[in-house]
């Protein structure tokens, strides 16, 4: 018997009949429903869907802290491929008590997007990638199943002169990203990905798509660094395109102690926030074992919007601790 508080699924499936469903490991206080039984509850139509099998729950783990069997699983997951499936996901899941996880990239460190001690389901974007570019207006609608590494390309394609301000992570999600701020090599010039954000498309629990008229710039400015999923399902964003040159340059330097790290990192952190705007350098400290040495390096990784030579020239006179090379 499933506890009462399981809605029956058949009664929540007639309004998600449209959608890519199947079951998932049910949780494991209750019962688990036999793949068999649920496969009658499916659409015969499916041809052009992707068939969910209980694999595919833990595909989209990028934090493989969460990659086992202890996890909680989704009820569901549900991939919409139209808004409107977004709207009914809300109002059903609203009626039948399921929470709803929202899931893009995946990338949630504390897997957020996947993960609940309530029962729940996910609701995937991935099957909402679009990106719709306009360089006669310098603006773009980017669905939130698109990842970072799309959007970029899809610009590059289309224009060698605009980019987005951005993470650095190519298979981060657009949706996860933009609600949570966005930084990126480009920041010190166009600062976080939600300063280049001018509209959204959102749906709230009651199955209301809004846009920056209808939410108000309240909520607008929350979504925009407070976390889409408090305030609902984020469909696309409206983003500014940012002028970039046609060639920039880009470097790699790695230290370890004994070839100055230390001293490196110090001189950095009085140049890295002074510099003209067009270069941005981070630094990630890490181990490093090398032959059973073990030690610890500093690895420099920069982007200059202009060519090397000028690249050169500027680090090379305010920063030669560096010691840059072609
Ligand atoms: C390898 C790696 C590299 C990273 N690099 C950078 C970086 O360079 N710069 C940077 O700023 N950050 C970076 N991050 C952090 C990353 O931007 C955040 O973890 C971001 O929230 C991930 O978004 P996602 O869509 O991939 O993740 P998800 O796990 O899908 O979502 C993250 C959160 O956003 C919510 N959410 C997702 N989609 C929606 C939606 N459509 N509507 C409403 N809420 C939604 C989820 O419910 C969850 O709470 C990195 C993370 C990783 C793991």
């Not at 660094?225 to 408090?230: D, I, L, P, R, V």
Request: proline letters at 6%; charged letters at 15%; aromatic letters at 10%.
């Amino acid at each position: 018997m499933r506890p009462s508080k399981t809605p029956p699924i058949p009664s929540l499936l007639p309004p998600l009949h449209f959608f890519i469903l199947i079951s998932t490991t049910i949780p494991s206080k209750f019962p688990p429903m036999p793949l068999s039984k649920l496969s009658v509850l499916l659409p015969t139509n499916l041809h052009n869907h992707q068939l969910l099998l209980p694999n595919n729950l833990q595909s989209n783990i990028r934090n493989l802290r969460f990659n086992s069997s202890t996890t909680p699983k989704p009820s569901f997951i549900v991939t919409p491929t139209h808004q409107s499936h977004i709207q009914a996901s809300a109002i059903c899941s609203k009626t039948h008590n399921f929470q709803i996880r929202i899931r893009s990239g995946g990338h949630d460190f504390d897997g957020l997007s996947y993960r609940s001690d309530l029962l729940f389901v996910i609701l995937d974007t991935f099957n909402l990638p679009s990106i719709s570019i306009s360089l006669e207006n310098q603006t773009a609608w980017v669905e939130s199943g698109a990842i970072l590494g799309e959007l970029y390309f899809e610009i590059a394609k289309q224009s060698e002169t605009h980019g987005f301000p951005a993470g650095v992570c190519p298979t981060v999600g657009v949706g996860g990203h933009f609600s949570g701020a966005g930084y990126g090599n480009m920041m010190r010039k166009y600062g976080l990905s939600v300063d280049n954000v001018v509209d959204a498309r959102i749906i709230d629990v009651n199955g209301r798509v809004m846009d920056r008229e209808t939410m108000g710039e309240d909520l607008f400015w929350a979504i925009r660094g407070g976390g889409g999923a408090s305030f609902g399902v984020i469909v696309s964003w409206k983003i500014n395109l940012v002028l970039v040159p046609r060639r920039v340059s880009v470097f790699r330097v790695e230290r370890t102690l004994v070839q100055g790290a230390t001293n490196i990192v110090y001189e950095w952190q009085h140049f890295a926030s002074k510099v003209d705007s067009e270069l941005f350098i981070r630094v990630v400290v890490m181990p490093s074992v090398k032959k059973d040495y073990h030690t610890i390096k500093a690895k420099f990784v920069g982007l200059f919007l202009g060519n090397a030579k000028r690249l050169f020239n500027l680090v090379n006179e305010k920063f030669p601790e560096l010691g840059l090379q072609s």
